[in-house]
């Protein structure tokens, strides 16, 4: 970014982009996403669904391990136009098969290994990854975390945390957590999340974000409720990011896109400047570039999107089957990321198409 200002005048044969009537933001930030196509299960081809649409910074949220990363870096980060950074899965096969839990078997939680891969990999591994379910955890309860927790304190990064359905309530899983680290889902809705047996907010999620723990959405295919976003946000518990596990699953619907959830948000009550930070400054912040992306002030990198906001009636749906009607809706229309304009795509959520059936 060079310069920022009312209007400025373009050489002769600049080439322009005419975005008046239109949002300009930062490029946006998604800090959970599954962008490893055939390796992970979840995996979907990054650019078509995140810098075609307005993002222009993905985090892969654990998609891969020690020993499937070489091969993420080499065929789908470094040829990706958009900028991918990593969460490395504490389990050295990542996210391979629905059918096995990555940590059922905790050989595959080689610390020493996941070290080294950060270690050769610094410039765009954030952190440790875990994974908390019981279907993936097998009977090992936290003994992941705890190994997470040792992997990045080795390397000295923080910890993203799955935990919804762990063994063990969600009081003991932020004991582990410290500032930096980062809870993903954090509106789902079984019992180990942030609301009580009363709906209240736990006073150990409260007593994290004090110690600048994380909140993010990570909104994905079973881990967003409206019931609990809304109860949560009542009672002051905002998400510090907002991000949408976008993968093979929920792709088709009900998230669609980074845009869609962000749209949600909106609808429960988040203001459009407070909601655009939560997927720009504060994901930049997450991921230490903060005064690089996810801002627009000289010297920045030049990532910037340009969106609609259509005043509709736009359908949305959690990841219960919940529907709600919202009475707007962002549309992605450009993007721009290093050095070139891309027109958006439109997903089905967008132009009222019924979803690919493939």
């Given at each position: 970014v060079r310069e920022v200002a009312p209007a400025i005048a373009a050489p002769p044969g600049t080439a322009t982009l005419d975005a008046r009537g239109r949002i300009v933001t930062p490029g946006w930030i998604d800090l959970h996403v599954h962008v490893y196509p055939g390796v992970s299960h979840y995996g979907i081809e990054p650019d078509p669904h995140l810098v075609d649409k307005g993002v222009t910074t993905a985090v892969d949220a654990g998609s891969a391990g020690a020993q499937t990363f070489p091969g993420f870096r080499r065929y789908i980060i470094d040829v990706a136009t958009t900028r991918l950074l990593a969460y490395l899965n504490i389990s050295s096969q990542g996210m391979l098969d629905q059918r096995i839990g990555e940590l059922e078997d905790l050989r595959n939680a080689d610390v020493a290994r996941a070290v080294q891969t950060v270690e050769a990999n610094r410039d765009v591994i954030l952190g440790i990854k875990v994974r908390l379910s019981k279907n993936l955890v097998g009977g090992n309860g936290l003994r992941p975390l705890h190994?997470?927790?040792?992997?990045?304190?080795?390397?000295?990064?923080?910890?993203?945390?799955?935990?919804?359905?762990?063994?063990?309530?969600?009081?003991?899983?932020?004991?582990?957590?410290?500032?930096?680290?980062?809870?993903?889902?954090?509106?789902?809705?079984?019992?180990?999340?942030?609301?009580?047996?009363?709906?209240?907010?736990?006073?150990?999620?409260?007593?994290?974000?004090?110690?600048?723990?994380?909140?993010?959405?990570?909104?994905?295919?079973?881990?967003?409720?409206?019931?609990?976003?809304?109860?949560?946000?009542?009672?002051?518990?905002?998400?510090?990011?907002?991000?949408?596990?976008?993968?093979?699953?929920?792709?088709?619907?009900?998230?669609?896109?980074?845009?869609?959830?962000?749209?949600?948000?909106?609808?429960?009550?988040?203001?459009?400047?407070?909601?655009?930070?939560?997927?720009?400054?504060?994901?930049?912040?997450?991921?230490?570039?903060?005064?690089?992306?996810?801002?627009?002030?000289?010297?920045?990198?030049?990532?910037?999107?340009?969106?609609?906001?259509?005043?509709?009636?736009?359908?949305?749906?959690?990841?219960?089957?919940?529907?709600?009607?919202?009475?707007?809706?962002?549309?992605?229309?450009?993007?721009?990321?290093?050095?070139?304009?891309?027109?958006?795509?439109?997903?089905?959520?967008?132009?009222?198409?019924p979803p690919d059936p493939r």
């Open positions: 190994l997470a927790r040792e992997a990045a304190d080795a390397a000295g990064l923080p910890v993203m945390v799955h935990p919804n359905d762990a063994w063990e309530p969600m009081d003991n899983i932020l004991a582990v957590l410290r500032t930096g680290d980062v809870v993903t889902h954090c509106y789902h809705q079984s019992a180990t999340g942030v609301l009580d047996r009363d709906g209240q907010v736990r006073p150990s999620v409260h007593a994290a974000v004090e110690r600048e723990v994380g909140f993010d959405v990570g909104h994905g295919k079973g881990s967003f409720s409206f019931g609990v976003a809304r109860a949560a946000m009542a009672q002051g518990l905002w998400p510090h990011t907002i991000s949408s596990d976008l993968h093979r699953y929920n792709v088709d619907g009900p998230v669609f896109d980074l845009a869609t959830t962000v749209t949600k948000f909106l609808h429960l009550g988040l203001d459009l400047p407070d909601a655009v930070r939560k997927v720009t400054e504060n994901p930049a912040r997450v991921v230490g570039m903060d005064g690089l992306i996810g801002t627009l002030v000289p010297g920045a990198c030049a990532d910037l999107a340009v969106f609609d906001l259509v005043e509709a009636p736009a359908d949305l749906e959690d990841a219960h089957g919940v529907r709600e009607t919202a009475a707007r809706r962002l549309v992605p229309y450009a993007t721009v990321r290093a050095g070139r304009v891309r027109m958006a795509r439109r997903s089905a959520a967008h132009t009222g198409d």
